[in-house]
């Protein structure tokens, strides 16, 4: 997505009440996860099971775990993300680029091109932070079917497909 959605933005006040201060620090100030953070951290790097990984401020679904490769660098990859979920900007350090939660406008992570991968299209990498996603596994993907959110239809739609 070019422009953004914007649509589950907050104030800095609210994000900051309402979010732990490590996904704040995340989310909202840009700041990079240790790498390969343990799983009692919120370390998402390891995770096999099927499922859906969403913006951990708004839940908005952001990536399939079929999208998912290992890239051995510590932080979730994943080489595509789902359609319109996330946006691209040139990161404050002018020298990358990183993605934006194309709904609530919260860093997710960083994208990068042309490393060779052998992977499906787009064939970036998409390096998220792990407190930047909650996990959510196929059989709790149902709770989101009574919401108007089209991007969580979207993604039940195509877990149906694989199922």
């Not at 989101?144 to 199922?163: N, P, W």
Request: charged share 35%.
């Amino acid at each position: 997505a070019q422009v953004p959605d914007g649509s589950k933005d907050k104030w800095d006040r609210q994000w900051r009440h309402e979010l732990p201060a490590e996904r704040y620090a995340s989310l909202r100030a840009g700041e990079a996860d240790p790498p390969n953070l343990p799983a009692e951290e919120g370390g998402l790097d390891g995770m096999e099971e099927d499922g859906i990984f969403a913006c951990a401020g708004c839940d908005t679904p952001l990536y399939d775990n079929d999208f998912r490769f290992e890239a051995g660098c510590g932080w979730p990859c994943f080489y595509t993300c789902l359609d319109k979920a996330v946006r691209e900007r040139l990161d404050d350090d002018q020298t990358r680029f990183e993605l934006i939660c194309n709904a609530c406008n919260s860093h997710v992570g960083h994208i990068f091109r042309g490393e060779h991968w052998n992977l499906p299209p787009p064939g970036e990498r998409h390096c998220v932070n792990s407190r930047s996603l909650k996990f959510i596994p196929v059989e709790g993907a149902a709770a989101h079917e009574g919401e108007e959110d089209d991007a969580a239809d979207d993604v039940l739609d195509e877990i149906d497909d694989v199922e």
